[in-house]
C-alpha cells in the first residue's frame, strides 16, 4: 500500500511537474511573441512616423509649391497687365507717330510754299529764257498792267522804281522799253530817248531793239529833229532788215524826205 500510495504521490508530483513545465513553455512563447509584437508595433510606429515626416514634408513642399506657382500665376497677371499697357501705349505711340509725321508733312509744305515764293523762276519773254525772283516777276507783271491799262505816268514811276531795285534783272530791257513807251505817251521825249538808247546799250540784239530804234525816231520826230529822226531810221534798217519795225522806218522815210 505504501508502494503503491509512493507510486501514486510520484505519478501526481510528475503531473504537477508537467502542468508548471507546460506553463512555463506556454509563458515564454507568449512572452516572445509580446515582444515580437512589440517590435513589430515599434516598427510599425517608427513606419508611421517616417511616412508621417515624409507626409509632412510633402505638404510643405505642396504648400511651397502652391506658393510658388500662386507667385508664377500673379507674375503672368502682371505681365499681362505690363503687355496690355505697352499694347495701349504702343497704340498711343502710332498714332502719335502718325500724328507728328502728318504735322511734319504739312509743316513740310508750308515751308516748300514759303521756300517757293523765293525760289528763282525760270521765266520766258520775248522769246529770251531767264531767271527771276517771284517778288521780282510780280512787280515787273504789276507794272506792266498798269501801262496796259493806259495809265502812263503811274505805269513809268513803276518801271523806273522796278529798274532801282532789279538793276541786274533779266527783265531789265523790258523794263526799259516799257519805260520809254510810258514817257512817250506822257511827251517825255528826252527821258524816253535816254532809256530806248539804254536798252539798245545794255542788249543791243534784243527782240525789242528794233521797236526800241523806231520809238527813238518817233521822239526825235515829236522833237522836230527830222536830221536825227532818218539817221535813226536809217541805222534802223541797215541793222535789223527783216524786222517789221524795218519795214515801218522804210515807209516813214518816205515821207521824211
Given at each position: 500500500m505504501k508502494r503503491i500510495a509512493r507510486c501514486c504521490l510520484v505519478l501526481s508530483l510528475w503531473s504537477c511537474l508537467g502542468v508548471s513545465q507546460a506553463a512555463l513553455f506556454e509563458d515564454d512563447e507568449a512572452r516572445r511573441a509580446i515582444l515580437e509584437l512589440r517590435q513589430s508595433q515599434r516598427a510599425l510606429q517608427e513606419r508611421l512616423d517616417r511616412q508621417g515626416q515624409e507626409v509632412k514634408a510633402l505638404s510643405e513642399d505642396n504648400g511651397q509649391l502652391?506658393?510658388?506657382?500662386?507667385?508664377?500665376?500673379?507674375?503672368?497677371?502682371?505681365?499681362?497687365?505690363?503687355?496690355?499697357?505697352?499694347?495701349?501705349?504702343?497704340?498711343?505711340?502710332?498714332?502719335?507717330?502718325?500724328?507728328?509725321?502728318?504735322?511734319?508733312?504739312?509743316?513740310?509744305?508750308?515751308?516748300?510754299?514759303?521756300?517757293?515764293?523765293?525760289?528763282?523762276?525760270?521765266?520766258?519773254?520775248?522769246?529770251?529764257?531767264?531767271?527771276?525772283?517771284?517778288?521780282?516777276?510780280?512787280?515787273?507783271?504789276n507794272a506792266l498792267a498798269v501801262f496796259r491799262r493806259g495809265e502812263f505816268t503811274p505805269a513809268a514811276n513803276a518801271f523806273a522804281d522796278f529798274i532801282r531795285?532789279?538793276?541786274?534783272?533779266?527783265?531789265?530791257?523790258?523794263?526799259?522799253?516799257?519805260?520809254?513807251?510810258?514817257?512817250?505817251?506822257?511827251r517825255e521825249y528826252k527821258l524816253a530817248i535816254t532809256?530806248?538808247?539804254?536798252?539798245?546799250?545794255?542788249?543791243?540784239?534784243?527782240?525789242?531793239?528794233?521797236?526800241?530804234?523806231l520809238s527813238i525816231a518817233?521822239?526825235?520826230?515829236?522833237?522836230?529833229?527830222?536830221?536825227?529822226?532818218?539817221?535813226?531810221?536809217e541805222d534802223l534798217v541797215k541793222d535789223f532788215p527783216q524786222s517789221e519795225a524795218a519795214a515801218a522806218a522804210k515807209e516813214r522815210l518816205s515821207r521824211l524826205k
Amino acid at each position: 500500500m505504501k508502494r503503491i500510495a509512493r507510486c501514486c504521490l510520484v505519478l501526481s508530483l510528475w503531473s504537477c511537474l508537467g502542468v508548471s513545465q507546460a506553463a512555463l513553455f506556454e509563458d515564454d512563447e507568449a512572452r516572445r511573441a509580446i515582444l515580437e509584437l512589440r517590435q513589430s508595433q515599434r516598427a510599425l510606429q517608427e513606419r508611421l512616423d517616417r511616412q508621417g515626416q515624409e507626409v509632412k514634408a510633402l505638404s510643405e513642399d505642396n504648400g511651397q509649391l502652391r506658393r510658388a506657382l500662386l507667385d508664377f500665376q500673379a507674375q503672368i497677371e502682371a505681365l499681362r497687365a505690363e503687355l496690355s499697357g505697352m499694347r495701349g501705349d504702343k497704340e498711343v505711340l502710332l498714332k502719335d507717330l502718325a500724328d507728328t509725321q502728318r504735322r511734319l508733312k504739312d509743316q513740310a509744305q508750308v515751308v516748300e510754299e514759303r521756300f517757293r515764293k523765293f525760289e528763282p523762276l525760270t521765266v520766258s519773254l520775248d522769246g529770251i529764257e531767264f531767271q527771276a525772283d517771284p517778288a521780282e516777276k510780280r512787280e515787273f507783271d504789276n507794272a506792266l498792267a498798269v501801262f496796259r491799262r493806259g495809265e502812263f505816268t503811274p505805269a513809268a514811276n513803276a518801271f523806273a522804281d522796278f529798274i532801282r531795285r532789279y538793276p541786274q534783272s533779266g527783265y531789265l530791257p523790258q523794263s526799259l522799253f516799257w519805260l520809254g513807251n510810258a514817257q512817250y505817251a506822257t511827251r517825255e521825249y528826252k527821258l524816253a530817248i535816254t532809256n530806248f538808247r539804254s536798252l539798245l546799250s545794255v542788249a543791243a540784239q534784243h527782240p525789242r531793239a528794233a521797236e526800241a530804234l523806231l520809238s527813238i525816231a518817233n521822239c526825235q520826230v515829236e522833237l522836230k529833229d527830222t536830221k536825227a529822226a532818218r539817221k535813226t531810221l536809217e541805222d534802223l534798217v541797215k541793222d535789223f532788215p527783216q524786222s517789221e519795225a524795218a519795214a515801218a522806218a522804210k515807209e516813214r522815210l518816205s515821207r521824211l524826205k
